[in-house]
């Protein structure tokens, strides 16, 4: 059977560097947007992080005349385009008033998460939008296509936060024997190296979220950031007691909230709130942190341009290193 043909919507065929910096709760913030877009690559950030609701359209105007000025003041190197992901699952009893936002300012990349909603997609293509929806295997992949997104992320086994136990060669080899749109792969990507090898195996871009947690404009609290330097895969625990979903966090942050890593109970999904991580008494995201296993790659915290430029280098060496093989 021969695949289909590859094809990317401008706002992603344009981008300098494959990379999407992932959307990431309480920490994702418009300063580590800002930065993200500057240096070349998607800044993103969960429309949920603006809190009250109002806020939102108060960082959309933020971000939106920041990277403005930018390419005013850069017009041979603009900065990249940026995306804000919704969570579609019924929790959410913001998504209406958060999409109404995001039309507002004709967001140009939203990321949806935890199903897949036929009327978001329509929404956000008629104002010119680009939806990319995250997956955990090839079912829900096809579901997404099916109700319209325009691309998928699909969430690898080692990802931070949600995620699959699929190995990534499985999931993209699987997507792009149908699917020949914009696919980012997500799972334990914190080098340059790394992205190279996720656009080999088939995918356009890489999504990359735990590195920027360990970033100076990242809102994370420094004991959090101290932790990821500090830490490798061996520090991952990946279990639902916290969302109802599974999900990898970091066996420190759950030690320090008085649990057992490696004893947690399963939890019963249908009793949590995905959209804010309550359900247990150790919330999710605030106390438990996310994580995924590529951290032992990330030993300081630094300006996200800098983590930026160090993917560049690495990927330009690596790509070097494939050539002379």
């Not at 930018?70 to 999409?99: C, E, G, T, W, Y």
């Not at 004991?223 to 966090?249: Q, R």
């Not at 790659?297 to 070097?320: G, H």
């Amino acid at each position: 059977m021969q695949p289909p043909a590859r094809y990317l919507p401008p706002v992603l065929k344009n981008l300098k560097f494959p990379v999407i910096g992932s959307p990431l709760f309480i920490i994702s913030n418009p300063k580590l947007v800002i930065a993200q877009c500057k240096a070349g690559v998607v800044g993103s950030m969960p429309a949920l992080n603006a809190r009250p609701a109002s806020q939102l359209d108060e960082w959309l105007a933020e971000i939106t005349e920041a990277l403005a000025a930018h390419d005013r003041a850069h017009p041979d190197s603009p900065a990249a385009p940026f995306a804000i992901n919704q969570i579609v699952h019924k929790s959410n009893d913001r998504l209406d008033h958060d999409m109404q936002v995001c039309a507002k300012y004709k967001v140009p990349i939203i990321i949806t998460s935890l199903g897949a909603r036929e009327d978001v997609n329509r929404a956000v293509q008629s104002w010119g939008g680009v939806v990319l929806h995250d997956v955990i295997n090839n079912v829900f992949a096809r579901k997404a296509i099916e109700k319209g997104a325009d691309g998928l992320i699909p969430v690898a086994a080692g990802a931070g936060g949600h995620a699959s136990v699929k190995s990534p060669f499985a999931m993209v080899a699987e997507i792009r024997e149908w699917f020949g749109g914009p696919v980012a792969l997500s799972g334990a990507i914190s080098s340059g190296g790394a992205i190279l090898a996720a656009l080999a195996m088939g995918a356009d871009l890489a999504y990359i979220g735990s590195a920027f947690i360990a970033t100076e404009e990242a809102r994370a609290v420094e004991g959090y950031k101290k932790m990821i330097t500090e830490s490798n895969s061996d520090d991952i625990v990946y279990s639902n007691f916290y969302t109802g979903v599974h999900g990898n966090y970091l066996k420190g942050s759950i030690r320090n909230a008085g649990m057992d890593p490696d004893n947690l109970p399963q939890s019963d999904p249908s009793k949590m709130n995905f959209a804010t991580g309550a359900g247990a008494t150790a919330k999710a995201w605030k106390d438990i942190w996310g994580c995924g296993q590529g951290i032992g790659a990330i030993r300081a915290v630094v300006p996200a341009a800098e983590l930026v430029e160090r993917f560049k280098r690495e990927y330009a060496e690596a790509k070097a290193r494939v050539c002379v093989a």
